[in-house]
Each structure stands twice: as structure tokens, then as C-alpha cells.
């Protein structure tokens, strides 16, 4: 079935990029996303990565895949106090099932000034 | 532009009562999905809606829950005998249209049974 791992917690200082890493089990992924939740808001989604690239970069994120290994990472660069919140990993397990995230349980990160 | 927007914000019930839980998904947007997340998890995929009808509502847990979206946009989650183990908080999120658009999530509803 469809599963996807991620780090509880992750501390870094202001200023220092931020790795997140997550893994995935379903080889049918087709899209995969970044969402990040901040208290007593909804999910936003930061970036996503369609399943036949390596990379994508925005602004100060960078996606990496790695298809062969099934992990994906998010690398937040110049972290701010403001990133501060709880970053979820999610797929799309089919192109039948585009409309179902399957997420991780999230990983959160804390800035310290 | 308004977002999606879930009533109530908080529900604090008691065991084995019924629950109503409403989402007003952004104007236009054709799909409509609930989620649910519990303490510590990550949300967990519940019923997708294409227009009026439910296009898959696999994740739902069992006959308790149901939801409906009688005029293809607001839509409303039925809990009926609520059960200590139902305590999570209920996303909805809404997309313009085809399956795999971007899904704009609301704030949710936190569902407390006691």
C-alpha cells in the first residue's frame, strides 16, 4: 500500500538552509508536494515535483527526487522565523487517483533566532 | 479572494451523538474533498466530490460518516453515533476542476467527543 515517512522534528538557527527529507513507497507516484501548516491555519501548498524530474527550484526552495530511492527532500534556504511551522510530504499514488494526497505525518520545523 | 471556509471552527460533542460539519469550498471550484487529521498525523484522504456526486469515498471509515453536496458547492460531513475515536480535525479543501488541480484547504473543524 501507499506509505510516507518523514523526520518528527527538525531545529536549525535563523539564517541556515533547512533539509526536510521524506520517503515514499508507491513506484506509481505521479505528482509529489510540499504543504506546510501553521497553527490555526489550513494547508499551503509550497511546491510540488511531477515524478520524471530530478529537481526543481523556487524562489528559496529546492525539491529534490530521487526516483531510483523513492526519497524526496525540500530545502529551504536563508531560513526565516517565519518558516517555523509543520512541513508535510504528500503524493498522488496513481494517474487514476490524482485527486487523493496521501501524506506523511509531517515534520516540524523550528527556526531559532 | 474568500478561501474555503469551515463551520463550526470547534465541536465539542458527546459520545454518541450526531455531528454536522459544513464546508463553503472558494466560488467556482468544481471539486471538493474532506480530510481527516488527527493529534500528530498527517491528514488522511476521506471523500472527493465532482460536482453533486461523490466521486470516491473510499477513506471513509465506516457506515457512520457520510457527506453530501446537494448543489455541487457547499458541502456537509455526517457523523452520526460519534465515538471517542472520531476526535480529529476535519479538513476540507476545493479545486477549480479536473482531478490533480491544486487543492486550496480550509482552516478545518476540530471535533472534540467526550
Known amino acids: 500500500g501507499e506509505d510516507v515517512e518523514q523526520s518528527l522534528f527538525l531545529s536549525v538557527r535563523e539564517g541556515d538552509s533547512s533539509v526536510i527529507n521524506c520517503t515514499y513507497t508507491?513506484?506509481?507516484?505521479?505528482?509529489l508536494y510540499w504543504y506546510k501548516q501553521e497553527p490555526g491555519a489550513g494547508l499551503q501548498l509550497l511546491t510540488y515535483?511531477?515524478?520524471?524530474?530530478d529537481m526543481k527550484q523556487d524562489q528559496r526552495l529546492t525539491v529534490l527526487l530521487n526516483k531510483k530511492d523513492k526519497h524526496l527532500s525540500l530545502r529551504i534556504a536563508d531560513t526565516q522565523t517565519g518558516d517555523s511551522a509543520i512541513y508535510f510530504c504528500?503524493?498522488?499514488?496513481?494517474?487514476?487517483?490524482?485527486?487523493?494526497?496521501?501524506f506523511g505525518s509531517g515534520t516540524r520545523l523550528l527556526v531559532r533566532p | 479572494g474568500a478561501g474555503v471556509s469551515q463551520t463550526p471552527s470547534n465541536k465539542v460533542t458527546e459520545k454518541g451523538k450526531y455531528v454536522e460539519l459544513r464546508c463553503d469550498p472558494i466560488?467556482?471550484?468544481?471539486?471538493l474533498y474532506w480530510y481527516r487529521q488527527s493529534l500528530g498525523q498527517g491528514p488522511e484522504f476521506l471523500i472527493y466530490?465532482?460536482?453533486?456526486?461523490?466521486?470516491?469515498d473510499s477513506g471513509l471509515p465506516n457506515d457512520r460518516f457520510f457527506a453530501v453536496r446537494p448543489e455541487g458547492s457547499v458541502s456537509t460531513l455526517k457523523i452520526q453515533r460519534t465515538e471517542r475515536g472520531d476526535s480529529a480535525v476535519y479538513l476540507c479543501?476545493?479545486?477549480?476542476?479536473?482531478?490533480?488541480?491544486?487543492?486550496?484547504f480550509g482552516p478545518g473543524t476540530r471535533l472534540t467527543v467526550t
Open positions: 508507491d513506484s506509481s507516484s505521479t505528482y
Open positions: 466530490f465532482q460536482g453533486t456526486g461523490a466521486a470516491d
Open positions: 466560488s467556482g471550484h468544481t471539486a
Open positions: 479543501a476545493s479545486s477549480p476542476g479536473a482531478a490533480g488541480d491544486e487543492q486550496y
Open positions: 504528500a503524493e498522488t499514488p496513481d494517474a487514476d487517483s490524482s485527486y487523493k494526497l496521501i
Open positions: 515535483i511531477f515524478s520524471n524530474m
